[in-house]
């Protein structure tokens, strides 16, 4: 199957960090379907050489393991091109046009790695000129919007050039193998399922935690925030994955209907519900690992009294038969302990203790990074023989699945499966236009709460787990983050 991939935004921040290198990786794993053109454009004049060496220096800051050699870079940069492009120019896109005609690919990919202010131009000259026929898709980058009318805005300007299906929104999140996996446990094995539900589950808590601040973005996310970075879409998407009905079928559509209505049954937040369940905090300097580190407002084009939040933490419920009741809480940040993504899906304890030692119940961790794997906690006894007649005493011990092992094949990145999904037309992990509205709807009276609250975010020491008011809004409901157990 031949293809064309247009990377529109060619030189951009995601272009250099992700697309490129995931292509490679799927290039070097004999992934990427035979007979395909990679396109990077852009605004400056450079030839494709030009544009090769310049991909050929960035690979110089990728892990040395995803570096290619030179004989591989040779090869696969036979696959990259580029274009110079004014994005406000029509003849520039019936030049693209012209270009993607002549070759007559099976499938052409436009993906919008721009600022997306831009989309809602990009996709209406791409439908003037006609390149929107049924073999084109166009791949739509995050942010998709600021709130609600904002994403509405642009998904109508897209709706006018391409149908749903050709219309590919991308959450990275939803192509990590271990997202895949929560869905593979859930419905290819029927084990789980009796006890997904509200009689056996305590509580479930959804944690994205990065090490790292805000680093070279800082004008972005001071526009942007954690809650629209993070929460309205990667742990958002989680959550349907855990909380959705088993689907009637495999297919994209089935599979969004469910999550749409997970999203739909989401506690709404009203003003006061935003000041008791959601806590919204801002790093402040400290050190990590003995180095300084500084605070968010002294991060680079960070306003010096910026009240963006770099963590949020929230309690929700799911307002349906399966979970009425049982708590999610979210919780993500920037400059936090660890690198750690996780979901744990914390099991009531037994009815009746006959065991000393029960306190603890049982729990399922869905690792997502920094390895992606699968921990059972349960609860055992040592063993060893007692002529007491105490009760015998329980101990935590789990059973450890790292999907790194059990598959010893190379695992394939998030992005390299997403772009692979793109080219073969595959759009499970891909999210529809009103998934993504109805996130943006029930995050709205948060933004709004926010706006009309001058306390501002509450502060937090890089290196913690966020400002202490996030324990204790789980603590609240006599539970604890998974760390604080
Ligand atoms: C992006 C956010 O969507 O996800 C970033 O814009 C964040 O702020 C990143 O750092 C985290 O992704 P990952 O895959 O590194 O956990």
Known sequence: MSFDLVFFGGTGDLAWRKLVPALFQAWR???LPDGGRILAVARDERSDDEYRSLICERFG???SAKRPTDDEFARFAALLHYRRMDLSLPEHYAGLKHWVDERGADTVVLFLATSPH???QICAQLGAVGLNGANVRVVLEKPLGHDLASAQ???RVVAASFSESQALRIDHYLGKP??????????????????????????IQITIAERLGVGTRGDFY?????????????ALQLLTMIAMEPPAAGDADSIRDEKLKVLRSLKPFTPDSVGRDVVRGQYRAGTIDGQPVPGYVDEVKVPPDSHCETFVALRTEVQNWRWAGVPFYLRTGKRLAARDAQIVVNFRPVPHPIFAGTARANKLVIKLQPEDGLELHLLAVKGGSSASSTPEHLSPVSLDLDFDKAFLSERVGAYERLLLDAIAGRLNLFVRSDEQEQAWRWVEPVLEAWRN??????????????PPASSALIARDGFAWAEEE
């Open 453 to 466: 609250d001058s306390t501002g975010p509450r502060p937090y020491a890089v290196g913690t787990w966020g």
């Open 61 to 63: 800051n990728v892990e």
């Open 118 to 120: 831009l989309f809602p």
């Open 153 to 155: 805005q642009i998904n």
């Open 178 to 203: 271990a997202v895949q996996n929560l869905a593979a446990l859930r419905f290819g094995n029927a084990l789980f399922e009796p006890l997904w539900r509200r009689e056996s589950i305590a509580n």
């Open 222 to 234: 001071d526009r942007t925030g954690a809650l629209r970075d993070m929460v309205q879409n990667h």
């Open 29 to 31: 794993h004999g992934k």
